[in-house]
């Protein structure tokens, strides 16, 4: 198919591989974690002190156990999702400090904040998996507000979920409260990923000990994790986009064999959300063109690997949902469902270069979702669908709207959308000349006074309780 968007030629990404495993076998990267250490030396790699270097024919055999594609199981199995290849899903935002408020005023995020989000994402039509950290909250201690969060994440959506990363211990919190539903951690290792969570490098060349020891514990585990780099071109990386490639590529593959060390087959997808910083400000801007080239060659070279892909979705710098955020977010994340993302996170909700979620702009890039998806939906082109018999019989200046055909699949042919205006002017008015944003607001009340909690064993609600409050109490 022709686009005009840069595919890169199988030189091209062998060129970024190459140079790749050059930086991987000479100046190596550092794992600030003792296990990981032990890990590379126990299989033969070539360590000096924190410094681990790896070469080519280690990555290689690192990528003969990786699937190219896996399933998350859900606690409701009707909303298991697959990852790879073809599959692709919608994940919200993460690790915002701050929601934004409709007078574009910030405030501090809260666990209330958290637990509605996760009610908006069990009643979202487009969002596929709920995350972890959709907000920071701030009025639970840090210590142990991953054990809040997973709980509310676990009890108020039955959709898959992300897992929690913050540590190697909260990594072991997330794997133990997700044996308890499955029945303990051999039968949960049997049943594959059911988390998918965000490992992070520390760009330039370095995993810190909370990503890397909690990488160990997920792969240990068979969860799936995303290996993900953000490098800020021009100043945590090079200026050139090439070789943020290649930087990035470094990175991720050498988060991928450890990950395979730990447990061959260990579900891993190749993740980015490199981008350029802003010259005349100095910060990253997620709202750049930059973004989105390096989301398409991220997807191309997670294919060269044989990975599945992430990248970020509704992405913005803007700091309230206007014009700026709808322009940035719709770029970032048609960039990602087009170009074959199979994770695309941030899908909706972003402000302020992820500094901020915002109910209204989650719910007008949920709709975006569900907009990108009929845009992927291929065109049936068979004989009934042309009906040459059915314009023929119409003939010339006839009209469609009284054929069966119309009736037929008028609530099914085209998108339906009861969020973007379709009135005229007139209408409109008479609506109340309401802007999508002030929309947002009146359909927030209905969703959430619409919510009902899934259902959930109380011997398990009772379980998690526990080990929740066993685990605060130290």
């Given at each position: 198919?022709?686009?005009?968007?840069?595919?890169?030629?199988?030189?091209?990404?062998?060129?970024?591989?190459?140079?790749?495993?050059?930086?991987?076998?000479?100046?190596?990267?550092?794992?600030?974690?003792?296990?990981?250490?032990?890990?590379?030396?126990?299989?033969?790699?070539?360590?000096?002190?924190?410094?681990?270097?790896?070469?080519?024919?280690?990555?290689?055999?690192?990528?003969?156990?990786?699937?190219?594609?896996?399933?998350?199981?859900?606690?409701?199995?009707?909303?298991?999702?697959?990852?790879?290849?073809?599959?692709?899903?919608?994940?919200?935002?993460?690790?915002?400090?701050?929601?934004?408020?409709?007078?574009?005023?910030?405030?501090?995020?809260?666990?209330?904040?958290?637990?509605?989000?996760?009610?908006?994402?069990?009643?979202?039509?487009?969002?596929?998996?709920?995350?972890?950290?959709?907000?920071?909250?701030?009025?639970?201690?840090?210590?142990?507000?991953?054990?809040?969060?997973?709980?509310?994440?676990?009890?108020?959506?039955?959709?898959?979920?992300?897992?929690?990363?913050?540590?190697?211990?909260?990594?072991?919190?997330?794997?133990?409260?997700?044996?308890?539903?499955?029945?303990?951690?051999?039968?949960?290792?049997?049943?594959?990923?059911?988390?998918?969570?965000?490992?992070?490098?520390?760009?330039?060349?370095?995993f810190s000990d909370e990503m890397a020891g909690s990488l160990i514990e997920l792969a240990r585990a068979n969860q799936?994790?995303?290996?993900?780099?953000?490098?800020?071109?021009?100043?945590?990386?090079?200026?050139?986009?090439?070789?943020?490639?290649?930087?990035?590529?470094?990175?991720?593959?050498?988060?991928?064999?450890?990950?395979?060390?730990?447990?061959?087959?260990?579900?891993?997808?190749?993740?980015?959300?490199?981008?350029?910083?802003?010259?005349?400000?100095?910060?990253?801007?997620?709202?750049?063109?930059?973004?989105?080239?390096?989301?398409?060659?991220?997807?191309?070279?997670?294919?060269?690997?044989?990975?599945?892909?992430?990248?970020?979705?509704?992405?913005?710098?803007?700091?309230?949902?206007?014009?700026?955020?709808?322009?940035?977010?719709?770029?970032?994340?048609?960039?990602?469902?087009?170009?074959?993302?199979?994770?695309?996170?941030?899908?909706?909700?972003?402000?302020?270069?992820?500094?901020?979620?915002?109910?209204?702009?989650?719910l007008i890039d949920e709709e975006l979702c569900g907009i990108t998806r009929r845009l992927l939906k291929p065109m049936?082109?068979?004989?009934?669908?042309?009906?040459?018999?059915?314009?023929?019989?119409?003939?010339?200046?006839?009209?469609?709207?009284?054929?069966?055909?119309?009736?037929?699949?008028?609530?099914?042919?085209?998108?339906?959308?009861?969020?973007?205006?379709?009135?005229?002017?007139?209408?409109?008015?008479?609506?109340?000349?309401?802007?999508?944003?002030?929309?947002?607001?009146?359909?927030?009340?209905?969703?959430?006074?619409?919510?009902?909690?899934?259902?959930?064993?109380?011997?398990?609600?009772?379980?998690?309780?526990?080990?929740?409050?066993?685990?605060?109490?130290?």
């Amino acid at each position: 198919m022709y686009d005009r968007m840069q595919t890169l030629t199988q030189d091209q990404m062998t060129r970024i591989h190459d140079a790749a495993m050059d930086i991987l076998g000479t100046t190596g990267i550092a794992f600030n974690e003792d296990e990981a250490l032990s890990i590379f030396k126990a299989n033969g790699f070539k360590v000096d002190g924190k410094i681990v270097f790896i070469t080519e024919a280690q990555v290689r055999n690192a990528l003969k156990t990786t699937p190219s594609r896996f399933t998350i199981t859900a606690r409701n199995p009707e909303k298991n999702v697959a990852v790879g290849e073809d599959d692709f899903v919608f994940v919200p935002g993460y690790g915002a400090p701050f929601v934004t408020l409709t007078n574009g005023e910030q405030r501090e995020a809260t666990m209330e904040d958290y637990d509605n989000f996760c009610k908006l994402i069990q009643t979202s039509k487009h969002i596929d998996m709920n995350g972890f950290m959709m907000v920071e909250p701030s009025d639970v201690p840090a210590d142990t507000a991953h054990l809040d969060m997973i709980f509310s994440n676990i009890i108020l959506c039955d959709k898959p979920f992300m897992g929690s990363p913050v540590s190697k211990q909260g990594a072991k919190d997330c794997v133990d409260m997700a044996a308890i539903i499955w029945g303990g951690i051999e039968k949960l290792k049997a049943v594959g990923p059911v988390t998918v969570s965000l490992i992070n490098s520390l760009s330039p060349l370095q995993f810190s000990d909370e990503m890397a020891g909690s990488l160990i514990e997920l792969a240990r585990a068979n969860q799936a994790c995303v290996i993900a780099s953000l490098i800020m071109a021009g100043s945590s990386g090079p200026v050139t986009l090439s070789g943020v490639l290649a930087l990035q590529t470094a990175e991720i593959l050498a988060g991928v064999t450890l990950a395979q060390l730990v447990n061959p087959g260990a579900p891993v997808i190749y993740g980015s959300t490199s981008s350029a910083m802003d010259m005349k400000t100095g910060g990253l801007s997620i709202g750049c063109p930059e973004l989105s080239v390096v989301v398409s060659a991220t997807a191309q070279m997670a294919r060269f690997y044989n990975l599945p892909s992430r990248s970020g979705g509704g992405l913005t710098d803007a700091h309230f949902p206007d014009a700026q955020a709808g322009v940035e977010s719709t770029l970032a994340l048609t960039t990602a469902a087009r170009n074959g993302i199979n994770f695309i996170l941030h899908a909706n909700g972003i402000l302020g270069s992820y500094i901020s979620m915002s109910y209204e702009k989650f719910l007008i890039d949920e709709e975006l979702c569900g907009i990108t998806r009929r845009l992927l939906k291929p065109m049936e082109v068979t004989s009934s669908s042309i009906d040459v018999e059915m314009i023929k019989a119409v003939g010339i200046g006839g009209q469609y709207l009284t054929q069966p055909k119309t009736f037929q699949l008028c609530r099914t042919e085209f998108y339906l959308t009861d969020f973007m205006n379709r009135q005229n002017h007139a209408g409109w008015k008479a609506a109340g000349k309401k802007r999508i944003d002030e929309f947002a607001v009146d359909r927030l009340g209905q969703r959430l006074a619409a919510y009902e909690k899934p259902d959930i064993d109380p011997a398990i609600e009772a379980a998690l309780t526990e080990f929740v409050t066993r685990r605060k109490k130290g």
